[in-house]
């Protein structure tokens, strides 16, 4: 239960090697192996046996490593509540390879790929702070514009493909529809949304 009468804090961080078991804990708590470790579009099979000895999660620590961590946990009151993977489109290959989600022009965006928020914390107001810390993020590495690809439901998102989010989701905190991919999420068409920075 929630008092909602105390301020809550706020804080969003990369996901840097300190802090792996606070993405760990959002996205996969039971650290099953063959659950989803957000890697399918940061990098091939046979690169997970090269980074991570073949397992999963070792290759994401790996990634944690590198100059632009794959991500952002939110924390609130100091508990992890929410995983967003973001980082540049050009350092995003199932992106850069894409033919269903092209790039609409030769700005270096920052791309978001999927929002996480964890079981037991959501419709809780942590997608917003969420998406706010991933694009304060961006911004701190000098991205002009953050981009996501989110599909626009008549309902309820389907929870299976909920990662990709909406397009009320992102409307709230910034984003507008710069087109529209050949990309389906749940039947339905994944749009391009971005942010501008600068």
Not at 24 to 32: F, K, L, Q
Request: aromatic residues 6%.
């Amino acid at each position: 239960m929630i008092d909602h009468c105390v301020p809550m804090t706020w804080e969003t961080h990369p996901v840097t090697p300190d802090r792996f078991d606070d993405f760990a804990d959002v996205i996969n708590p039971n650290r099953r192996a063959t659950h989803c470790w957000c890697l399918s579009h940061r990098i091939q099979p046979a690169e997970i046996e090269e980074l991570g000895d073949g397992s999963r999660e070792q290759a994401m620590r790996r990634l944690t490593e590198r100059e632009h961590p794959p991500g952002v946990v939110t924390y609130r009151d100091g508990v992890p509540v929410g995983w967003c993977n973001i980082g540049p489109r050009s350092e995003i290959p199932r992106l850069v390879k894409s033919r269903l989600i092209r790039a609409v022009d030769d700005v270096p965006v920052w791309s978001i790929i999927c929002v996480v928020v964890r079981s037991g914390h959501r419709r809780q107001g942590v997608t917003g702070r969420l998406i706010e810390g991933a694009v304060e993020f961006a911004a701190s590495h000098g991205a002009p514009a953050v981009e996501t690809y989110p599909v626009d439901p008549p309902g309820r998102m389907d929870l299976t493909m909920a990662f990709v989010g909406t397009r009320s989701m992102f409307e709230n905190v910034g984003f507008e529809v710069v087109g529209q991919t050949d990309a389906v999420a749940s039947k339905m068409p994944r749009l391009i949304m971005r942010r501008q920075l600068v």
